[in-house]
């Protein structure tokens, strides 16, 4: 167990804000989290979060994977006390982080979630983990499953991801398994590139858009100033930014931004 005092950090609104499908809660306040083939509990009361994992794992993995480095207070507080509408969104989401995820697993994630919902974007990959993922068992004995290689998936037919409910996008996560597994497409020379290139080389990935690139650079190689544009994004740029987002003002945290916004628009009527 390690237990940490952090601001500014809420497991609840991360788990919600669309940028994780394989982090939920297991009981009143207490969720797990599967990134890659590791395996995490963890509950918070306040500010006082309870990670059940060593204090070595926490420093070599978690605290990344969770962006404890980076003060989002100080990214607050350079949001123009005029705009109403985005002060509104930060003062919600206010526990909201980037995570620091893997980059195959974004590439897959953010082909299945086109088109598609929150709830069954987590089926969708929660199958495909369970028939092409390998069994682990955590340290406290629960039973998951590693997110499948692109290896394990590679030597699938086009349609194979269909009988996971991917639908269409079946083809598009096989095609990109194949890239990936062939060498063709290098994870690791696009994980060491700049944003815009970062984005220009995901492009040429069978199926992925401009918004999933985004989502891939901003959630997976965390380029905070990567702006995912979809239905609810486009539609607050329209009523609220009609001269356009003042992107200079926020250049280098415009990711995080729009994550305020999003996690604002589906949960601003909860409040």
């Known amino acids: ?30 969720y797990q989290v599967i990134a890659g083939d590791r395996y995490l509990e ?12 060593t204090e070595v794992e926490y420093r070599d993995f978690w605290r990344h994977y969770f962006d404890i480095e980076t003060d989002y207070g100080a990214v607050m507080a350079q949001i123009n006390p005029n705009d109403t509408y985005l002060t509104a969104a930060a003062q919600l989401a206010w526990g909201v982080r980037i995570l620091n995820q893997d980059l195959w697993e974004m590439i897959v994630t953010f082909l299945i979630s086109q ?24 340290s406290n004995g629960v039973c998951y499953y590693a997110f499948p290689t692109a290896q394990a998936l590679a030597g699938l037919e086009e349609d194979a991801l269909m009988a996971c409910n991917l639908g269409y996008r079946s083809k598009y996560v ?16 696009i994980s060491s590139l700049n944003c815009q290139k970062a984005r220009a080389e995901l492009l040429k990935l069978f199926g992925v858009g401009e918004k999933v690139a985004d989502c891939i650079c901003l959630f997976a190689l965390h380029h905070l100033d990567a702006f995912p544009v979809d ?12 001269r356009g987002f003042p992107n200079r003002r926020y250049k280098g945290i415009r990711g995080i ?3 305020y916004i999003f996690y604002y628009e589906l949960h601003g009527s909860e409040k």
């Open 257 to 259: 931004m729009q994550q």
């Open 115 to 138: 088109q598609n919902n929150i709830v069954r974007i987590r089926r969708c990959i929660k199958n495909i983990c369970e028939t092409y993922g390998t069994a682990k068992t955590a």
């Open 174 to 189: 096989v095609r990109a398994a194949k890239a990936v597994s062939s060498g063709e497409v290098d994870l690791a020379w």
């Open 1 to 30: 167990m390690t237990e940490k005092i952090l601001e500014n950090f809420s497991i609840a609104q991360i788990c919600e804000s669309g940028q994780c499908f394989r982090m939920e809660e297991i009981q009143d306040g207490r």
């Open 42 to 53: 963890l509950e918070q009361q306040e500010n006082r979060v309870r990670f059940d994992c």
């Open 231 to 242: 239905t609810h994004i486009r539609q607050v740029m329209e009523q609220h930014y009609k």
